[in-house]
């Protein structure tokens, strides 16, 4: 395995703090999951990395297909309790390709699901389901 990027993100105080990039380019406040929050919430973040990974390896597919369509991808990110008192996470991808049938959007999907490096890393950890939309 090679690797090709790193990154890293430095968190102060939690939910209730600030997450920023050790070279200063992103400072964003935290705050715990709620409607009128102003800041972001870790399952936020989590929703873009995954919703802007997925649509990557789905126009990868796109154009590993030899077709020209545009995609669109929403991952919905759920915060759960659990019965021993902990939390967990699922993940609800909705995804969209334009201009294609209904049979080649699903075969697009399903080897976008394949490739994803996020789609990896959750594989048996959370539930993770991939609607068309």
Do not use: W
Request: charged residues 25%; glycine residues 10%.
């Amino acid at each position: 395995m090679k690797k090709l990027y790193e990154t890293a993100m430095i968190n102060h105080g939690g939910r209730e703090g600030s997450v920023e990039a050790p070279n200063g380019s992103m400072h964003m406040k935290i705050t715990p999951p709620g409607i009128h929050a102003e800041g972001t919430n870790p399952e936020q973040l989590f929703a873009a990395g995954y919703a802007s990974c997925f649509n990557g390896a789905l126009q990868h597919m796109v154009k590993e297909a030899g077709l020209d369509a545009d995609s669109t991808v929403k991952a919905r990110v759920s915060l759960y309790t659990l019965d021993d008192g902990g939390y967990q996470i699922g993940v609800i991808l909705e995804a969209h390709v334009e201009g294609v049938s209904e049979e080649e959007a699903r075969k697009l999907v399903d080897d976008a699901h394949e490739f994803c490096p996020y789609s990896k890393a959750t594989k048996g950890n959370i539930e993770v389901q991939v609607d068309l939309v």
